[in-house]
Nanobody
Framework: QVQLVESGGGLVQAGGSLRLSCAASGTIFSIGAMGWYRQAPGKQRELVATITNGGSTNYTGSVKGRFTISRDNAKNTVYLQMNSLKPEDTGVYYC???????????????WGQGTQVTVSS
């Protein structure tokens, strides 16, 4: 069994900062790329940022220069530092990754439970 547990969401004023964390636990052989998605009310879930095992990152255009994704492989944890937050960043943020539970199993996709981020104007 593998679980992704997120933390760090909340209510913040525009221009403020939040840091999200997502920790993977359970039977883990290896973890692949990790990412953050978000879903605003009435909208589809969208990719926010991704990071590979080697630390290469990618961001959606609207968060470039404001958000930073990072990971601690020793802790099986991915972070999302969000600065200069805007009301349009409001939504439920989900972490996602691909985990192999043993050497003979292929990777499976896992999602966190979601954490609410609300940015007031």
């Amino acid at each position: 069994q593998v679980q992704l547990v997120e933390s760090g969401g909340g209510l913040v004023q525009a221009g403020g900062s939040l840091r999200l964390s997502c920790a993977a636990s359970g039977t883990i052989f290896s973890i692949g790329a990790m990412g953050w998605y978000r879903q605003a009310p009435g909208k589809q879930r969208e990719l926010v940022a991704t990071i590979t095992n080697g630390g290469s990152t990618n961001y959606t255009g609207s968060v470039k220069g404001r958000f930073t994704i990072s990971r601690d492989n020793a802790k099986n944890t991915v972070y999302l530092q969000m600065n200069s937050l805007k009301p349009e960043d409001t939504g439920v943020y989900y972490c996602n990754t691909f985990i192999r539970s043993s050497w003979y199993r292929g990777p499976a996709a896992y999602w966190g439970q979601g954490t609410q981020v609300t940015v007031s104007s």
